[in-house]
């Protein structure tokens, strides 16, 4: 199938409403952004691309680069993962504390931040410089695109990260933490730094519709079982307390991150990425989801 036309039609029309969303203020950095950028990249499952809008500007992908830390853990460590951090919807915010207390210091999924915190100290248990392998990795699954860090949005990351620090503190209070604190969030925040644009957000998710086997470099990244739990986690928890939304809406399997990015995957067909900056109040970004909804119900396929 070719994408173009259907993704210039749906662009054309999400851009014409009136949809409005409020910048990720809490980070300072992200709120100087242009709330008006829109660009959109899909690539199907033999790697050609459809894209318009403003698809070429680099942006903080932020909690989406919790997937490919699981990815990356998950591909290590196997079942032995699923003793430190659970598998279900949260239906509670990103950064709540009490649910975490209430669970003795198991986060309900990987992708809440208590969860993504986990993750990455087991990551730096894996790897002697953690920092630069996940940018190697998300590098490698895009083709070799390079990978880099905002070191302005790090910064600021980290001078507003007191819930991180203090989920960090939790988590290390019931022996589900191995690093120090102020060593995870140097990696955490790095990897929400980094920064890409959807044409290559879209190409190094596209494993995730071909059972776990990179294009680009012809490597299994995952098995047809790893792949199919991955995608499962982002139909059901990638978008925090909004995630039963966006299955009903949309039916893909999905990320989203603050710095106004979306990932979707239908296995099988294409992985498409979306940036618009605007959030909802439930910190996802607006216009993608409403892009994406219109854009699986023109071509009348989903996950169901």
């Not at 990455?120 to 860090?149: C, H, R, W």
């Not at 990351?157 to 007191?162: I, N, P, R």
């Not at 059901?236 to 990932?263: H, M, N, P, Q």
Request: with cysteine; proline share 5%; net charge negative.
């Amino acid at each position: 199938m070719d994408y173009q036309e259907i993704i210039e039609e749906v662009y054309s029309e999400v851009l014409a409403m009136p949809i409005e969303g409020k910048l990720a203020d809490y980070i300072p950095e992200l709120a100087s952004v242009n709330p008006n950028y829109f660009g959109v990249c899909l690539v199907d499952k033999h790697g050609n691309i459809a894209e318009c809008g403003d698809s070429n500007v680099p942006f903080s992908i932020q909690s989406i680069s919790k997937v490919q830390t699981l990815v990356m853990a998950y591909s290590k460590m196997g079942v032995d993962l699923w003793k430190r951090v659970n598998v279900e919807p949260s239906g509670n915010p990103f950064n709540n504390l009490a649910q975490l207390e209430y669970e003795n210091g198991i986060p309900r999924n990987p992708f809440i931040n208590p969860g993504a915190l986990v993750i990455t100290d087991s990551i730096m248990s894996l790897y002697d410089d953690a920092k630069s392998e996940i940018k190697q990795f998300i590098s490698n699954m895009s083709g070799g695109d390079p990978v880099v860090v905002n070191p302005k949005v790090k910064q600021s990351e980290l001078e507003c990260s007191s819930r991180n620090r203090a989920s960090a503190y939790l988590l290390k209070s019931y022996k589900n933490l191995t690093h120090s604190v102020d060593d995870l969030l140097d990696v955490y925040t790095d990897h929400c730094a980094i920064e890409m644009d959807c044409r290559q957000l879209a190409k190094s998710f596209l494993y995730l519709t071909n059972n776990g086997h990179c294009n680009y470099n012809n490597t299994r990244v995952l098995d047809k079982g790893l792949t199919k739990r991955i995608n499962a986690l982002m139909l059901t928890c990638g978008f925090y307390d909004e995630a039963g939304e966006f299955a009903f809406r949309v039916g893909l399997a999905g990320k989203s991150g603050v710095g106004g990015g979306v990932i979707a995957v239908l296995p099988g067909e294409f992985s498409v990425a979306v940036y618009t900056p605007p959030l909802n109040p439930k910190g996802n970004p607006r216009k993608a989801l409403y892009f994406l909804e219109l854009l699986t119900t023109k071509l009348g396929i989903s996950l169901f």
